[in-house]
């Protein structure tokens, strides 16, 4: 039993009784007004001060063996309460749990943490704009991204596992990764799955990026090799399909984290280690390793886990075609051709990660970190070739606090005149804004949005953000100028 106490009265002021064994330790949430208790067998309770009512029992967190089932383990426990989270130790093993933040008044999208998203362009199979995104519980749900409305869902999608990447081929299918180690195609319209790819073998492995490449699917994250299966495979009757091996040797020292392809003849994978190589689709051998670890332009190296490929500039070959992003928050703009790093610049500070997209003419990039801030940068004009780079980083065109929880993975979508921005997170809400950071709604809240009626700050050039910048600054020199000048003749 957990007993509370007024130290001013001699009698416990309430008893919370549910336990099957002895507690051993006790935590109060005071931001909360809850309470957690841990017991001999290793369960917890939290507990609701004001109703001393039970809201939640939790087992299965530490572990429970014939040896630990009863006996006094030593466990420490603290609760962070800043950043919400509960702090175990048990002989060596360290565990943090997160607890969610409370949901009053707010729109939840998923019911489990938002994994990744994707934009649908509409096409003659397909009616509408769409936005489709994945959540840890396996659900994919498509969305109208000109109302906000749901429009179709896949629960189960794979099993119980977590979805972790997602691909559109259009015209009409979407491919989804699970951590199961399966690839799954979907068709957009009936929601049918067509096949199952085994790139796993039949084994869980961890799926961080699917592409769709020339008739051919890829998978990569939890090897040092790409995993691939072709077209014969995929057109033929087989359900259930084997990968393929790939035709060009494994030049990766660590895990393949992210891979990145445009037609007719640009893909990239990028390991742990930071190492980049670039192939050739077709004979599927290495083109060139980028001098990531030689270049001195480069402040320090760390793992990629995004790159881009921006299509107007690779036919430049003074320009930067290859964007990469990853931990602490650093972004650089490789040359495919030179292979060489062309600028870096820290896009958010003291973070572990952080995500980007970049809009279809590649002059707006937006980054995303796990603290749930998002910035919108103009690239145009910054390592693309030409002479008009003023700065060592681009222009910071907004800055704003998007979620309460990390940021998954964000998408800039360009629907009519309109250049809008997706963004998903763990705090379970995949949300619309403006490139300036205004929010235009959660999708799945219950009022809908009429998106061609809403009106939106168009995106400026850097020259019209640096002028109306210092004409800023002049006005209010002018100002505090004119306030000094009337303070001191009164």
Not at 307 to 317: A, E, Y
Request: proline content about 4%.
């Amino acid at each position: 039993m957990v007993r509370l106490w007024n130290p001013y009265v001699k009698k416990p002021v309430g008893v919370l009784g549910g336990h099957m064994t002895s507690v051993t330790h006790v935590i109060l949430n005071g931001s909360r007004g809850q309470l957690i208790s841990l017991s001999m067998d290793k369960t917890f309770r939290i507990w609701d001060v004001q109703r001393q009512a039970c809201l939640q029992r939790l087992t299965g967190i530490l572990a429970k063996g014939p040896d630990v089932l009863y006996s006094p383990v030593p466990v420490s426990l603290l609760f962070d309460e800043p950043k919400n989270r509960l702090i175990m130790s048990s002989n060596n093993l360290l565990s943090i749990m997160d607890m969610k933040p409370e949901m009053k008044d707010r729109v939840l999208s998923h019911e489990k943490p938002v994994t990744c998203t994707k934009y649908i362009g509409r096409t003659k199979q397909i009616p509408f704009y769409q936005v489709a995104s994945a959540c840890q519980g396996s659900t994919i749900t498509l969305w109208n991204i000109d109302t906000g409305q749901k429009l179709k869902q896949i629960q189960n999608a794979h099993g119980e596992s977590e979805i972790t990447a997602m691909i559109i081929d259009l015209p009409s299918k979407l491919l989804s990764g699970s951590s199961d180690g399966s690839i799954k195609i979907w068709d957009i319209n009936t929601t049918a799955c067509h096949r199952v790819l085994q790139a796993g073998r039949e084994g869980p492995v961890d799926i961080l990026q699917v592409l769709c490449i020339k008739r051919r699917v890829i998978a990569v994250g939890w090897s040092r090799d790409i995993c691939v299966f072709r077209d014969k495979q995929l057109m033929s009757s087989d359900f259930t399909i084997q990968p393929d091996e790939w035709s060009g040797r494994c030049e990766h020292n660590e895990d393949i984290m992210c891979a990145v392809y445009r037609a007719p003849g640009h893909l990239a994978t990028a390991s742990a280690d930071g190492e980049i190589v670039c192939w050739n689709p077709n004979s599927e051998n290495k083109v060139m390793k980028l001098e990531s670890r030689s270049n001195k332009v480069m402040k320090t190296q760390c793992t990629v886990e995004n790159m881009i490929l921006l299509d107007k500039r690779l036919d430049n070959p003074a320009a930067a075609g290859l964007l990469t992003c990853g931990q602490n928050g650093w972004v650089r703009f490789w040359n495919m051709d030179s292979g060489k790093c062309e600028g870096e610049f820290i896009s958010h500070l003291n973070v572990d990660s952080i995500t980007m997209a970049v809009d279809s003419e590649n002059k707006l990039l937006v980054t995303a970190d796990t603290s749930g801030e998002m910035k919108s940068w103009l690239i145009d004009g910054f390592c693309d070739g030409s002479n008009r780079q003023t700065s060592d980083k681009p222009v910071m065109y907004r800055c704003w606090s998007a979620h309460g929880e990390c940021i998954t993975e964000v998408e800039v979508c360009v629907r009519g005149n309109h250049v809008v921005i997706v963004s998903a997170s763990s705090d379970c809400s995949l949300k619309l804004w403006s490139p300036d950071g205004m929010c235009i709604g959660t999708f799945g809240q219950e009022e809908h949005w009429k998106l061609d009626s809403i009106e939106m700050c168009t995106v400026p050039s850097v020259e019209a953000l640096l002028s109306s910048g210092r004409r800023r600054r002049a006005w209010l020199q002018t100002n505090q100028t004119v306030r000094l000048k009337t303070s001191l003749t009164r």
